[in-house]
């Protein structure tokens, strides 16, 4: 129905940047959010960003002043800008989308498959 697919990670030394990119595609009449999660072995999945097709963006405390969320509308693209990492910010990515498609009359939630984000000297 609907694929994601990111791009963007790697390893980066502490108080690097790097940017990680998704794509939405499929069957889309309407995203009505997009974000970012992550997820390290043995924890629970969270919420790293998300936003809104206006632009309305959440970010989550630890990624104020580090992390930049922003969307290209017309490309149902999403992006995460994340400078001055830190080693805890090590995990895998995971791309989200909030997608009303052309075959059920009703919002699902579509993931990625997600980019390792590594961060060591």
């Known amino acids: 129905q609907v694929q994601l697919v990111e791009s963007g990670g790697g390893l980066v030394q502490p108080g690097g940047s790097l940017k990680l990119s998704c794509a939405a595609s499929?069957?889309?009449?309407?995203?009505?959010?997009m974000g970012w999660y992550r997820q390290v072995p043995g924890k629970q999945r969270e919420r790293v960003a998300t936003?809104?097709?206006?632009?309305?963006?959440n970010l989550k405390d630890f990624a104020k002043g580090r992390f930049t969320i922003s969307t290209d509308t017309a490309k149902n693209m999403v992006f995460l800008q994340m400078d001055d990492l830190k080693p805890e910010d090590t995990a895998v990515y995971y791309c989200?989308?909030?997608?009303?498609?052309?075959?059920?009359?009703?919002?699902?939630?579509?993931w990625g498959q997600g980019t390792q984000v590594t961060v060591s000297a």
């Open positions: 936003i809104t097709p206006g632009g309305m963006a």
């Open positions: 499929g069957n889309i009449i309407r995203i009505d959010n």
């Open positions: 989200n989308a909030r997608v009303l498609t052309t075959t059920r009359a009703a919002v699902d939630s579509f």
